[in-house]
């Protein structure tokens, strides 16, 4: 049987861990629950979808902020597809302001394309060249082996988001001119896709009437970019059958 100083020296020994623990479960509990100025915000897309919105939020987010500001909730709702976000009041004033200037109807940009024929023909000029054209193949000129250059086709694309044009090709293909626009950030535009599809031919007779294999259409640039508005750049180039050839294309993105 345990003695009545033992038993007080149990107690003793019993509150002092007691006391030792509370200071760290209410610390724990402290860090555990948000800062007081933290809420949570429902915010309703007009034009970003889920995944777009979720990445413009996040991106609002200080720096280690961890639960003090993360998405709650994000997908269909009553109102449309809607947001909801956990993070404070600074926090929420900088979302607010980007889904201000990003979550719009899109703006219409227009861009002008043009198809080069470059080759290692003596004649070093370069033809009825656009300057834009002309200064932009400037800055690439020592990295092309080819000594002439001259337009082939060009025209025009206005969109938000997609379209499609067809120009004429340097060997009576058409060329089918596709375009992805992303978006618009103050002056710096972001081209998610451009493609450029040379058109197939279908078999054709000879003069002793044998028929010719048909040819598939054939991709000869498919890349992705940023510009500035105003700004005029080579995107891409294909070689044309093996030979000393190539097609350049040059995009303008008209103010």
């Not at 940009?109 to 300057?131: C, H, I, R, Y």
């Not at 009576?172 to 040379?198: A, K, N, P």
Request: include cysteine; charge should be negative; aromatic fraction near 4%.
């Amino acid at each position: 049987m345990l003695q009545r100083s033992s038993l007080s020296a149990l107690a003793l020994l019993g509150l002092a861990v007691l006391t030792s623990l509370t200071p760290l479960a209410a610390a724990q509990a402290q860090a555990a629950a948000p800062p007081p100025d933290v809420y949570t915000r429902v915010y309703i897309l007009q034009q970003l979808d889920i995944h777009e919105a979720e990445v413009l939020v996040l991106d609002q987010c200080p720096s280690g902020s961890g639960d003090g500001c993360k998405v709650r909730n994000a997908g269909p709702g009553e109102a449309g597809l809607t947001i909801t976000l956990q993070a404070d009041s600074a926090t929420h004033e900088r979302v607010a302001r980007a889904l201000a200037e990003h979550d719009v109807v899109p703006r219409t940009q227009v861009f002008q394309v043009t198809l080069v024929l470059a080759d290692k023909g003596a004649n070093g000029g370069s033809g009825e060249m656009p300057k834009a054209a002309a200064e932009a193949l400037t800055d690439v000129r020592e990295l092309l082996p080819f000594s002439h250059y001259s337009v082939v086709d060009s025209g025009w694309i206005r969109t938000t988001r997609e379209a499609e044009i067809t120009l004429a090709g340097p060997d009576g293909h058409s060329i089918e001119v596709r375009m992805l626009f992303g978006r618009r950030v103050g002056t710096q535009l972001f081209v998610e896709r451009f493609r450029l599809v040379r058109s197939g031919v279908p078999p054709q007779a000879g003069p002793g009437g044998e028929m010719s294999p048909p040819e598939e259409p054939r991709k000869l640039v498919e890349t992705s970019f940023s510009m500035g508005v105003g700004e005029t750049l080579v995107v891409g180039t294909s070689k044309l059958d093996g030979g000393d050839e190539a097609l350049l294309a040059l995009v303008t993105a008209v103010e």
